[in-house]
């Protein structure tokens, strides 16, 4: 099906172009949207200043931009569990703002519902609807918590990311259910271009505020084993996006998951990581960590040094943490940033299939990576014609028939479970 434009104009209405085929991005291409969703419960429309919207006329057949200063470019931003397959397409104006971080997703209407450019891609979404979060219950469970750990700061920075900034993985621990993040680290060893709680230059401002303070041991361990003893599917994540490197913190921690261990042994303790020093996530994999997500920009050298801007760490290193924690039978993951016209590069694909067969990842989880796409452009220049991103989950899934893809962290037991019956 063709899917109409739609664009909005300054005031936030949203109005559909009848006679231009919405279009999205791809590298350096426009094209149309054909691997399409219904626009999921939870996904948002925004709109793009300065930028106009860009579509297919139907009856020259020709890609032209809409040319009005009242007219602008509409993305999608979509809920957790769906990768997209391109960006918003438009034409941009001179001087127009840089745009906040989120991960901007091409949309179209047909028959007066809306489309975005996405795939469902984890069958835990429905975890993760907005419909299990946010509800009118959260404020006193998070009252309960505080009654139950009082003066510990680990529940009041989550609370405070609960409620003002609505994250999930702070909400779960109120919820006691599935995975809940617990941030520990104040530094970080790298200078990711797309840092969410760090900006050198602040243009955007980063979205969220780096935890301000280091928890002891007593206060993670708390609220650790509180949340593992209780949930179902527990799992505890050190490394969330209000915090630095957690493997930085690896003494802290590695007492912490020793005496978490020492009092329960159920769930799952994940670090979400770099992968940048192999001799600290040793220590965490000695203490009793069962998994790892390793965040992941481009399995090439020169692009993976770009972004992540490391500091005495390379490529080399990351691949060999993976390797060190998957020959002590961790669970270790790919957290993958994806960017349409970017990571389905030919070149970028075939460095990741690789990457995954030297170092016996079990799992890629592809995430929207957020940004500008002219300012990650203006960084690294998509003029290559790309596989897409549909077609570079099918070069994983068959390079790598057992690899498991999807978008969130998975029990530890599941892989277990599954390495036992083959």
Same mark, same amino acid.
């Given at each position: 099906m063709?899917?109409?434009?739609?664009?909005?104009?300054?005031?936030g209405?949203?109005y559909i %172009?009848d006679k231009?085929?919405a279009?999205?991005?791809?590298g350096? &291409?426009?094209?149309e949207?054909? !691997?399409?969703?219904?626009?999921?419960?939870?996904?948002?429309?925004?709109m793009?200043p300065?930028?106009?919207p860009?579509?297919l006329?139907?009856? &020259?057949?020709?890609? !032209?931009?809409?040319d009005?200063?009242?007219?602008?470019?509409?993305g999608?931003l979509?809920?957790?569990?769906?990768?997209r397959?391109?960006?918003p397409a438009?034409k941009?104006?001179?001087?127009?703002?840089?745009?906040p971080?989120f991960?901007?997703?091409?949309?179209?209407?047909?028959?007066?519902r809306l489309?975005a450019?996405?795939?469902?891609?984890?069958?835990?979404?429905?975890?993760?609807?907005?419909?299990?979060?946010?509800t009118k219950t959260?404020p006193?469970r998070?009252?309960?918590?505080?009654?139950?750990?009082?003066?510990?700061r680990?529940?009041? %920075?989550?609370?405070?990311?609960?409620?003002?900034?609505?994250?999930?993985?702070a909400?779960?621990?109120?919820y006691e259910r599935?995975?809940?993040?617990?941030?520990s &680290?104040?530094r970080?060893?790298a200078?990711c271009?797309?840092?969410?709680s760090?900006?050198?230059?602040?243009?955007?401002?980063?979205p969220?505020?780096?935890?301000?303070?280091s928890?002891?041991?007593d206060?993670?361990?708390?609220?650790?084993?509180?949340?593992l003893d209780r949930?179902? $599917?527990?799992?505890i994540?050190?490394g969330?996006?209000c915090?630095g490197?957690?493997?930085l913190?690896?003494?802290?921690?590695?007492?912490?998951?020793?005496?978490?261990r020492r !009092?329960?042994?159920?769930?799952?303790i994940?670090?979400?990581t770099?992968?940048g &020093?192999?001799?600290?996530?040793a220590r965490?994999v000695?203490?009793?960590l $069962?998994?790892?997500?390793?965040s992941?920009?481009?399995?090439?050298?020169e692009?993976?040094?770009?972004?992540?801007?490391p500091r005495?760490?390379?490529l080399?290193d990351?691949?060999?943490s993976?390797?060190?924690?998957r020959?002590?039978?961790v669970?270790?993951?790919?957290?993958?940033?994806?960017?349409p016209g970017?990571?389905?590069?030919p070149?970028e694909?075939?460095a990741?299939?690789?990457?995954?067969g030297?170092?016996g990842?079990?799992?890629v989880q592809l995430?929207?990576l957020?940004g500008?796409?002219?300012w990650l452009?203006?960084a690294f220049?998509?003029?290559?014609k790309?596989?897409?991103?549909?077609g570079l989950?099918?070069?994983? !899934?068959a390079?790598?028939p057992?690899?498991?893809i999807?978008?969130f962290?998975?029990?530890?037991a599941s892989?277990?479970?599954?390495?036992?019956s083959?």
């Open positions: 063709a899917l109409s434009l739609v664009y909005a104009d300054e005031a209405r949203i %172009h231009l085929t279009m999205g991005l791809n350096p &291409s426009f094209s949207l054909t !691997q399409v969703v219904p626009l999921p419960a939870g996904a948002s429309l925004v793009l300065g930028r106009a860009v579509g006329d139907r009856s &020259s057949g020709r890609t !032209q931009p809409v009005s200063g009242s007219k602008w470019a509409v999608a979509l809920p957790a569990g769906y990768v397959t391109l960006l438009y941009a104006w001179e001087e127009c703002p840089r745009l971080f991960g901007y997703t091409a949309v179209g209407s047909h028959g007066g489309y450019a996405a795939l469902p891609i984890d069958h835990l979404r429905s975890r993760w609807s907005p419909r299990f979060y946010n959260l006193d998070i009252a309960r918590l505080q009654r139950i750990f009082p003066g510990n680990l529940v009041e %920075h989550l609370s405070g990311c609960s409620l003002g900034y609505q994250c999930f993985t909400q779960n621990l109120f599935w995975e809940a993040g617990i941030p &680290s104040r970080c060893n200078r271009l797309g840092c969410i760090n900006q050198e230059e602040d243009v955007p401002p980063a969220h505020i780096r935890i301000g303070f928890p002891s041991k206060e993670i361990v708390a609220l650790a084993v509180h949340h949930a179902r $599917d527990g799992i994540s050190f969330q996006g915090e490197e957690p493997s913190e690896s003494d802290l921690l590695a007492g912490a998951v020793k005496e978490i !009092q329960t042994h159920r769930g799952t994940n670090i979400n770099n992968g &020093s192999v001799e600290d996530l965490l000695d203490a009793g $069962d998994a790892m997500r390793v992941l920009f481009s399995a090439q050298e692009t993976f040094m770009a972004y992540h801007r005495g760490f390379d080399a990351v691949a060999n993976i390797r060190m924690a020959s002590q039978g669970v270790v993951s790919l957290n993958l940033l994806t960017f970017l990571t389905d590069r070149g694909v075939g990741l299939l690789d990457f995954i030297e170092t990842i079990e799992m995430r929207n957020s500008d796409p002219a452009a203006e220049p998509m003029t290559e790309t596989l897409g991103i549909p989950i099918k070069c994983l !899934q390079k790598h057992s690899l498991r999807g978008s962290t998975h029990p530890a892989f277990r479970r599954r390495r036992g083959r």
